[in-house]
């Protein structure tokens, strides 16, 4: 079964930092893209943050920084200098399809920005 779960989700005061951790099960994580994306209210989901399996490419905005850990089938979001735009349900995405397999996507975190 395949399984993605988010955690770190909270809420923080605008210039604070924030890491929000994505534990994979159920799938072989480390051939797959690992990607984060937002959706705050009202808007549509957008990507954040985006590694490459192998952990050698990377884009991300500046403020953020994504990693993984293949060995733990993990992967993470460093939010600093955070912002009251920033507040969203971040979902941790992994997509397989360069290699014909599958997308999954966990349930979500909720970040909240305000003082």
């Known amino acids: 079964q395949v399984q993605l779960v988010e955690s770190g989700g909270g809420l923080v005061q605008p210039g604070g930092s924030l890491r929000l951790s994505c534990a994979s099960s159920g799938f072989t994580f480390s051939v797959y893209a690992m990607r984060w994306y937002r959706q705050a209210p009202g808007k549509e989901r957008e990507l954040v943050a985006s590694?490459?399996?192998?952990g050698s490419s990377t884009n991300y905005a500046g403020r953020f920084t994504i990693s993984r850990d293949n060995a733990k089938n993990m992967v993470y979001l460093q939010m600093n200098r955070v912002k009251p735009e920033d507040t969203a349900v971040y979902y941790c995405n992994a997509d397989g399809r360069l290699r014909g397999l599958g997308v999954y996507w966990g349930q979500g975190t909720q970040v909240t920005v305000s003082s």
């Open positions: 590694i490459s399996a192998s």
